[in-house]
């Protein structure tokens, strides 16, 4: 590890993923869930996503230690059908419910052309595409719907109600990485906010709103406020279907009924997250991969057009080979919970 000027600190990926599984298990995280938690750390520090890497972790820590969420929790297949199936986080991390979800939906899908995964009583997932983009590695069209505790009003209201609630999806790709939109139904993530605030610098004014319903450009009064939904009421009308796919088709807390990931207060979140894998070839004998391509390259040779996730995989080639940056603070705090964990 090297620092950087006189407040950075630089990591290769290897000792992001290293230093991010020995917080976890020093604040009382299985082995089994810390590696998947800080395989999902490091894929967000590789894609450019720090609001869900690093950052993260002393939040991940701090609810570890004050039961927000377990870190012991077994999650466990509570119902299954032919095409569906329930999995129980059983208030733990959401990511090992998530792979043992896709443990058996992937063999659904292959057999029955769709499957569909509902994981309920969950925690923060990180990035959602992420998740997904497993799923079109495996050969499927993959779409995820992921509630959060409250940060959006109701369109015309002033009280946050959903939460940023993030829709992904991602498809396969013949000879390039998978085709992944990853996006919240609000202007941005709140991780994006908590950066802001983090490093004290202001927002732009169609971010958020503050307690009082007002435009602000203040991350702290954003955070005590709530976000503003993406193209307006569009954005709300997302985040309703969200509600609908992770909360109440899961039986997982609606977002108004969720603590909050960002402090130390109240009980389990316990959100949810829904999940559709679509093998392509169960809907007709076409290529399916040449009409990606096709639909792809009608949109690159536009001048000016970039793909959703561009940005992202040529983030992930650059940073194996330069490592990432994070604030000293932030790696003076990793240390901090690490060490001083009980």
């Known amino acids: 590890m090297s620092a950087t000027g006189a407040s950075l600190v630089t990591l290769s990926l290897p000792q992001v993923d290293t230093i991010a599984f020995e917080a976890l298990r020093a604040n009382g995280t299985s082995q089994e869930s810390a590696r998947s938690v800080a395989a999902s750390i490091v894929a967000a520090e590789a894609e450019g996503i720090h609001s869900h890497g690093l950052l993260r972790l002393p939040s991940y820590c701090g609810h570890l230690k004050c039961g927000k969420v377990d870190g012991q929790a077994k999650p466990a297949v509570t119902l299954q059908h032919r095409s569906a199936l329930v999995v129980d986080a059983r208030q733990g991390f959401a990511h090992p419910a998530i ?201 690159c040779t536009q001048p000016g057009t970039r793909l959703p996730g561009a940005k992202r995989s040529a983030s992930r080639k650059d940073k194996l080979i330069s490592g990432i940056k994070i604030s000293q603070s932030l790696y003076d705090d990793i240390v901090r919970i690490t060490k001083n964990s009980g």
């Open 99 to 299: 792979d043992l979800g896709f443990e058996s939906l992937s063999p659904m899908a292959k057999e029955n052309g769709i499957a569909a995964l509902a994981v309920t009583n969950s925690y923060n997932c990180g990035v959602v595409g992420y998740h997904v983009a497993k799923l079109a590695a495996d050969g499927f069209v993959a779409l995820a719907f992921v509630n959060s505790p409250a940060a959006i009003a109701p369109w015309g209201g002033a009280k946050a109600l959903f939460g940023t609630n993030p829709i992904a999806m991602a498809v396969p790709r013949k000879s390039d990485d998978p085709l992944v939109i990853d996006q919240s139904s609000s202007v941005v993530a709140r991780g994006e906010i908590m950066v802001h605030a983090r490093q004290g610098t202001p927002i732009p004014p169609d971010w958020a709103l503050d307690s009082d319903g007002k435009p602000t450009t203040d991350a702290q009064a954003a955070l005590a406020g709530s976000m503003l939904p993406a193209g307006g009421h569009k954005g709300a009308g997302l985040a309703i279907l969200v509600e609908i796919m992770a909360a109440a088709l899961t039986g997982a807390n609606f977002s108004f009924n969720a603590s909050s990931f960002a402090d130390n207060n109240g009980p389990p979140p316990k959100t949810g997250q829904f999940f559709v894998a679509i093998s392509p070839t169960a809907f007709g004998q076409y290529d399916f991969g040449e009409r990606i391509e096709t639909l792809v390259t009608a949109i």
